[in-house]
């Protein structure tokens, strides 16, 4: 959780996947290649099969690791695939997909994270008096909204994307005996008065709660949604109103065709009237798909400025509740401040285009202030963010400098070094570990002296576009 006083992952990115979420064309196959020739298949109903490597599945979702190629490169796009759209999944051994695995792997955490369809989401309602509206059951959370359904969806598909982006940074390693638990409010005040209700008063729109496995989260949602209705009820025409143009164009064309056929006008002379007549149908279409896009930013600005901030610290704080819940538990780790603080600070920037999500970019306000810092007469040394305690990072001078240079530490072991996930970062992390100074246990873990890998750090930072 971002620490605050008590009382009582540019992520966007294409990826030549064929097409956005709501509009999408024919999804590629992405078949085995001669470097790639051994790949899972998930065959769907409409006949289609892809391919790629199971990251995880449950009632409601498979998720593919579906390879991407080009000359010279390979892309990996995580398509949630809902179980309604599956015929079969065709797994490999044990040794297959580790072979598979490891082809993959270094590719992984430039993967982009396609959302998923708001409509495949599975909700129910509450129905028993309770403050929460909508339900969602899932692997690795559970959701309850007192927003309005459609906005419940769209927030289900957010933290879904997000905890997929979690997962390649640090893959799970343990199950929870239950899944934690995300309460969204769009009210601040009904977020409050449940803080009130445990005897906290906490400042930000989100928190995690490790004792309650609970992740909350507060927004002014309820009071945009007539709005934001408003805005889906427009695009729901719009897209009614494309389809029926597209049926009317197919139509009027294909009775143009038969009437000069009939007429005995030259198949040569009837392609090219139609073709004339198909490039003013299709920019009739393209102002039409216009319109609609200009609605659905309008949707998306309007829903970004009141949920904005809301989302950016839940992304953090259901990241605390992940690496709890799915990777370093408190009863067997001691993941150190810095290290939890500084991940949680790479994951909280929203997608500015959330159909698809890439989790290496770096968050371009924190590099720049990270810079400065750095380039400013007295830089903070690592020895102090690494020895630096609860206290010391809810300092209201100290804080945030301690937060921003978390962030970027964590950020180069991670993308840089690629160091999470490895049997270092786990030892480093072990209950068990040898004790020691924290700067000694660091070395241990970057395999250098403090002063060594400093400067290396600094110069990585520098360079960091």
């Not at 024919?26 to 006949?47: F, I, K």
């Not at 099969?49 to 593919?64: C, F, M, N, P, R």
């Not at 164009?249 to 009437?259: F, T, Y």
Request: proline content about 6%; glycine content about 6%.
């Amino acid at each position: 959780m971002r620490l605050v006083k008590a009382t009582g992952c540019w992520l966007a990115a294409w990826c030549a996947i064929g097409g956005a979420p709501g509009g999408r064309a024919a999804e590629p196959g992405s078949a085995p290649t001669p470097d790639c020739p051994t790949a899972e298949r998930v065959v769907l109903t409409n006949g289609q099969t892809l391919y790629g490597l199971i990251e995880s599945k449950d009632d409601a979702w498979v998720h593919l690791i579906q390879i991407q190629r080009q000359p010279g490169k390979m892309h990996l796009v995580i398509r949630p695939i809902e179980r309604g759209r599956v015929a079969s999944v065709h797994g490999l051994d044990e040794t297959q997909r580790a072979a598979l695995r490891e082809q993959i792997e270094r590719f992984r955490n430039r993967a982009a994270i396609e959302a998923a369809h708001m409509e495949a989401v599975r909700l129910r309602a509450a129905g028993d008096g309770a403050p929460a509206r909508w339900r969602y059951r899932g692997k690795w959370f559970d959701l309850e909204s007192s927003l309005d359904e459609p906005t419940t969806r769209r927030v289900v598909v957010r933290v879904e994307q997000m905890c997929t982006a979690y997962r390649q940074v640090l893959a799970p390693r343990c199950e929870p005996p239950r899944a934690p638990t995300v309460a969204v409010y769009g009210a601040m005040q009904d977020y409050r008065s449940h803080l009130a209700r445990l005897g906290l008063a906490v400042q930000n729109p989100a928190c995690y709660l490790p004792d309650d496995n609970l992740v909350l989260a507060g927004s002014e949602l309820n009071r945009v949604a007539a709005a934001l209705a408003q805005l889906r009820s427009q695009h729901a025409q719009l897209q009614k109103t494309l389809r029926e143009m597209e049926k009317e164009i197919e139509v009027r064309l294909g009775e143009q065709a038969r009437r000069m056929k009939r007429e005995g006008i030259a198949a040569e002379q009837i392609a090219k009237t139609l073709a004339r007549q198909r490039q003013e149908a299709d920019k009739q279409l393209a102002a039409k798909r216009l319109e609609i896009q200009r609605v659905d930013r309008q949707n998306e600005q309007q829903f970004q400025q009141v949920a904005g901030r809301m989302f950016s610290q839940l992304y953090h704080e259901a990241f605390h509740a992940y690496l709890e819940n799915h990777v370093y538990p408190r009863d067997r780790f001691r993941v150190p401040l810095w290290l939890n603080e500084g991940l949680a600070q790479v994951f909280e920037s929203p997608s500015p285009e959330p159909e698809l999500l890439r989790i290496d970019a770096p968050n371009a306000e924190m590099l720049k202030r990270l810079k400065k810092d750095l380039a400013g007469p007295a830089p903070l040394l690592l020895a102090e963010l690494l020895a630096a305690d609860q206290a010391a990072f809810l300092d209201a001078e100290r804080g945030g400098r301690l937060y921003l240079y978390a962030w970027g530490l964590a950020y180069y072991l991670c993308f840089e070094r690629g160091l999470l996930g490895s049997p270092t970062l786990d030892a480093y992390v072990s209950a068990d570990a040898r004790p020691g100074p924290a700067v000694e246990r660091f070395e241990r873990l970057v395999g250098a002296p403090l002063g060594e890998f400093e400067p290396q750090w600094r110069q990585f930072v520098a360079g960091l576009k």
